[in-house]
């Protein structure tokens, strides 16, 4: 009786599979190769899931600014209209500080923003840093009679020109989001007006012409 020595060969070989110890590592090979790969679904799962709740994060805390800004412009407009008053309203400080560490973890986990995103974000540090100075300077160099402050039409509309730019830019964000884009088109007074107008104020067009006179956008 002649034996085929493939046969033999798939015979040794079963015999070798079906062994305890080598059935023993096989499972335990098996047991950590989907493991492993359960173990990755559910971290690219989680890692999807913390990406998306730092974009929830950051479009929440950059709106909470635009909030308070269009807020604030509602004062600011009334002050430029009629400048003498009991008191002057000021810019309360924005903590940038939990915006810069939602940054930083998307940086981490590589979902950073896009150039003009980024560009966009250090305008805001930048502008937020003169206006805070400018609403320091507005309120110390404004004269006093009587307890009645008179604000210098200037230094407001200064700030008006800068708060109402940044609310339009915030706002154009907030909606394009990733395709977000500056405008090429260096049209600042139309940016100011828009700004004003998303804040709920109505500024007629001789209120917008002195903005543009004492605000230096002429």
């Not at 798939?10 to 080598?22: N, R």
């Not at 150039?115 to 006093?144: M, P, W």
């Not at 012409?209 to 002429?218: A, E, P, Q, T």
Request: proline share 1%.
């Amino acid at each position: 009786m002649e034996y085929c020595p493939k046969l033999i060969l798939v015979c040794f070989m079963i015999e070798i599979l079906i062994h305890p110890s080598v059935l023993s590592a096989l499972c335990a090979i098996l047991g950590a190769i989907v493991g492993a790969y359960f173990g990755n679904l559910m971290a690219l799962s989680e890692r999807r899931k913390r990406i998306k709740n730092l974009y929830k994060a950051f479009y929440r805390e950059i709106n909470t600014l635009n909030d308070y800004l269009k807020g604030w412009m509602v004062n600011l407009f009334d002050e430029f209209e009629k400048p003498s008053r009991m008191k002057i309203s000021g810019y309360l400080e924005y903590d940038i500080g939990l915006t810069n560490s939602i940054l930083m973890e998307m940086a981490v986990l590589g979902c950073g923003l896009s150039k003009s995103q980024r560009k966009l974000i250090n305008n805001i540090r930048l502008k937020i840093e003169s206006i805070k100075y400018q609403s320091e300077k507005r309120h110390s160099e404004s004269e006093v009679n009587d307890r009645v402050y008179y604000i210098e039409k200037e230094s407001t509309a200064y700030l008006i020109r800068h708060v109402g730019e940044l609310i339009y830019y915030i706002d154009k964000f907030d909606k394009e989001r990733n395709e977000f884009e500056f405008d090429l088109k260096n049209q600042t007074a139309e940016y100011v007006k828009k700004g004003i107008e998303l804040s709920g104020v109505i500024c007629e067009d001789a209120v917008m012409k002195d903005l543009i006179n004492f605000s230096g956008l002429s």
